[in-house]
């Protein structure tokens, strides 16, 4: 009796911490993204004992136990820890690109897990006993990983918190008296210029963006920073071109010219927000993927700042079940794996909207003039709005064809809808500088042209007309430019 309990504690604990194998991988080498939290990891350890408590009641019940329905039953207790253990290996493998790329094959992404099922349906009818006893030796063999895991959950409490995370906290920062108008920019993540336009005009079904760029500046001819989030939106913070960025621990640094890796400040008084305080306005930042707090620290009023992948990071109450769905968030989207993923990333995209939406639509004071920069989740993957809201089909990350990504186009114009509407409603509308721009366009094809070129529209505080510029323009020089023309000289 006493073997049989401490097999099943041991079993139990270990198969917990399998299934959060994925998580500890991520942050061994990604915590950064993650914007991990103490209560991120007091979330992981509760649900890690909860977890245990219950494999362990299931491996006591069936460890004795040989009969073809004990495998069964084995068989479903394990599969999911199993998985998330495949998943994380996968993802530390020198060939990681590769394995993503076969998964893109139809016939390997559905014929390698229907080999398997036929090969483990084999087994459970044909030799139960000898699959049963090799199903236990390999949860044997295994069960050591989980001290690894545990391991990667302490370490972990070591940097919990070096990435700042604040919600609408006042800084000290002063500001000088100002003469500007308000300033809202709003980028809208992977938005691209050739979905958007049509022959130099905003196609006719993005009616909330097409409004607003009937009376706004144009700019048709702007390049992006850069191919990707990663380095578009440190260049716009930084108001200059950043030729690579790479993220080390919990740092972000930028490359040099010469090759070496410098930390990245957002703080030098050429960049964006440092120039913002010195023209007067209180400053904002609300956003996903790059813990902003941290990278503006000490230069906003207020600001926002959520994970692609922490599920806790859009939900402020204390819930286990935060890191369970973010470990799934964290596994392949390819299939099978992708069915237990699809569902909580869509629910962490909903989040993030919400978040940001509600960040944007915050009064814009008028004793003092506002330069709020928001960045929005969509229309980035998963794809899981369309036109009439939060709508998530089977799979959410498809990428081609793209009409999942043209439906998310017309949500995230019709957020911006709904925000031009708040500021008309709140008297903020004529008086604001108001900014649509994009970090990059949609990176998989379809009907992409260039990438590179971004939308970039200008309502300026009081304009009516619409105006046209097809000079060429670099996207983080022409948002300072933005922000210094708003204040009277």
């Known amino acids: 009796m006493r073997r049989r309990l401490v097999v099943a504690a041991w079993l139990g604990f270990a198969l917990a911490a399998l299934f959060f194998y994925s998580l500890a991988v991520a942050l061994d080498t990604d915590i950064y993204y993650l914007q991990w939290q103490s209560g991120d990891l007091v979330e992981a350890a509760v649900a890690l004992v909860l977890l245990a408590l219950a494999f362990a009641a299931a491996i006591y019940v069936l460890w004795p136990r040989e009969d073809r329905g004990a495998l069964i039953a084995l068989i479903a207790v394990a599969a999911l820890p199993l998985a998330s253990f495949a998943a994380g290996v996968a993802r530390q493998l020198p060939f990681d690109d590769a394995l993503r790329a076969m998964g893109e094959s139809r016939g390997l992404r559905l014929g390698l897990p229907a080999v398997s099922v036929a090969l483990i349906a084999a087994g459970v009818v044909f030799w139960p006993r000898a699959f049963l006893r090799g199903l236990r030796v390999l949860l044997v063999l295994v069960s050591p990983v989980s001290l690894v895991v545990v391991e990667s959950l302490i370490t972990s409490s070591s940097e919990a918190n ?13 500001t000088a008296p100002s003469n500007c108008n308000p300033v809202l920019a709003v980028l809208f993540d992977e938005l691209s210029f050739s979905y958007l336009y049509d022959d130099g005009r905003v196609r006719p079904e993005y009616t909330g963006i097409g409004a607003l760029a009937s009376q706004a500046t144009n700019y048709l001819t702007v390049a992006a920073p850069g191919p990707e989030t990663l380095v578009s939106m440190p260049s716009f913070l930084a108001a200059r071109h950043l030729r690579d960025i790479r993220i080390e621990g919990n740092g972000i640094f930028e490359m040099s010219e010469d090759g070496h890796l410098l930390p990245f400040s957002a703080g030098r008084p050429e960049a964006l927000f440092p120039t913002a305080r010195r023209l007067g ?15 503006l620290d000490g230069l906003l009023d207020a600001c926002q700042s959520l994970s692609f992948y922490n599920m806790s990071s859009v939900d402020s109450r204390f819930s286990v079940a935060d890191p369970v769905m973010t470990t799934l968030i964290l596994w392949p989207r390819q299939f099978p794996f992708g069915l237990l993923k699809n569902p909580p990333f869509a629910r962490l995209q909903r989040g993030l909207v919400e978040n940001t939406t509600a960040f944007a639509m915050q009064p814009m004071h008028a004793s003092k003039p506002v330069f709020r920069f928001v960045h929005f989740s969509v229309p980035h993957f998963p794809f899981v709005f369309d036109a009439e809201g939060f709508n998530p089909p089977f799979d959410p990350l498809r990428t081609s064809p793209d009409t999942a990504y043209a439906a998310q186009i017309r949500y995230a114009d019709s957020v911006f809808s709904t925000l031009m509407e708040h500021m008309r409603a709140e008297g903020t509308y004529d008086g604001t500088t108001i900014v649509v721009l994009a970090d990059h366009g949609f990176r998989f094809g ?5 990438p590179r070129q971004i ?9 009516r007309e619409r105006e046209d510029v097809s000079e060429s323009m670099a996207g983080e020089m022409l948002l300072k430019q933005v922000l210094e023309s708003s204040c009277r000289r």
Request: net charge neutral; with cysteine.
């Open 162 to 174: 070096a990435i700042v995370s604040l919600a609408n906290e006042r800084s000290t920062v002063a």
């Open 446 to 450: 379809g009907a992409e042209k260039n």
């Open 455 to 463: 939308p970039f529209i200008v309502k300026r505080a009081g304009q």
């Open 281 to 295: 306005f209180s400053t904002e930042m609300a956003g996903y993927y790059l813990p902003y707090c941290d990278i």
